[in-house]
C-alpha cells in the first residue's frame, strides 16, 4: 500500500509567477484536501476534492484552484504568486468526505522571492 | 466555526519524563485526530480518536467529547518525541480545523 506523495518536495518561485503542486492519493482513497501551513502555525484548509469535483473550500482567493484526476490525484494551483504564499503546502487524503482518517504527504515547501 | 485550543504551546521536557498535552474544541466535532510533525514537516498519524481513549506504546489519548477536549499522554518521553503536536477536528464538513499545536523539546 503506497501512502501519499507530493511533489516537488521544495519549490523557489518569483512573486507573480504560477505554480502547480502535485498530490498522490493513498491507494484506495477518493478524497484529497489541501492545507496550507505558515511557518509556526496550524495548517489552514484550502479544499477539498471527492471523485473529481471541489467538495468544500476554505478562506482562500479564486487564484487558489485545483483539479482531481480519474485516478484521484490532485493539482494545487496557484496563480499570481504572492509573497504571503510562501508556506509548506500539505496534502490529505481519505476513504471519503465523510469521518474517516485523514494521511498527510511529506508536503511542498513553497518560496516565493 | 468550530474553535481548536492546544496547550501548552511549548513544552521542554527530560529525557525519561511524562506529559500530558490538551486539546480544547468549541463545538461537536465527528472526527478528531492527533498528529506528531516531523522535522521535515510531515504530519505523522498517532490517533484517530473521536471518543473514547487508545494506546500505542508509550503514547496514549483520550477523548471526552461531551466535554469537548482530548488529552495526549506521552510516556518515558525520548528525544525523537520532540517536535510539533497538533490536534484537528472535524465536523460534517469534512474539513480538518487544527489548533496552534505544542512544541516539545525532549532533552537527553
Known amino acids: 500500500e503506497t501512502g501519499v506523495t507530493q511533489s516537488p518536495t521544495h519549490l523557489i518561485k518569483t512573486r507573480g509567477q504560477q505554480v502547480t503542486l502535485r498530490c498522490s492519493s493513498q491507494?484506495?482513497?477518493?478524497?484529497v484536501s489541501w492545507y496550507q501551513q505558515a511557518l509556526g502555525q496550524g495548517p489552514q484548509f484550502i479544499f477539498q476534492?471527492?471523485?473529481?469535483?471541489?467538495?468544500g473550500r476554505g478562506n482562500f482567493p479564486p487564484r487558489f484552484s485545483g483539479l482531481q484526476f480519474p485516478n484521484y490525484s490532485s493539482e494545487l494551483n496557484v496563480n499570481a504568486l504572492e509573497l504571503d504564499d510562501s508556506a509548506l503546502y500539505l496534502c490529505?487524503?481519505?476513504?471519503?468526505?465523510?469521518?474517516?482518517?485523514?494521511?498527510f504527504g511529506q508536503g511542498t515547501r513553497l518560496t516565493v522571492v | 466555526g468550530i474553535q481548536v485550543e492546544q496547550s501548552p504551546p511549548d513544552l521542554i521536557l527530560q529525557e525519561g519524563a511524562n506529559s500530558t498535552l490538551r486539546c480544547n474544541f468549541s463545538d461537536s466535532v465527528n472526527n478528531l485526530q492527533w498528529f506528531h510533525q516531523n522535522p521535515w514537516g510531515q504530519l505523522i498519524n498517532l490517533f484517530y480518536i473521536p471518543s473514547g481513549t487508545k494506546q500505542n506504546g508509550r503514547l496514549s489519548a483520550t477523548t471526552v467529547a461531551t466535554e469537548r477536549y482530548s488529552l495526549l499522554y506521552i510516556s518515558s518521553s525520548q528525544t525523537t518525541d520532540s517536535g510539533v503536536y497538533f490536534c484537528?477536528?472535524?465536523?460534517?464538513?469534512?474539513?480538518?480545523?487544527f489548533g496552534q499545536g505544542t512544541t516539545l523539546q525532549v532533552k537527553p
Open positions: 484537528a477536528v472535524t465536523s460534517n464538513t469534512g474539513k480538518l480545523i
Open positions: 490529505a487524503s481519505s476513504f471519503s468526505t465523510g469521518n474517516t482518517e485523514a494521511f
Open positions: 491507494s484506495g482513497h477518493n478524497t
Open positions: 476534492y471527492y471523485r473529481e469535483e471541489e467538495n
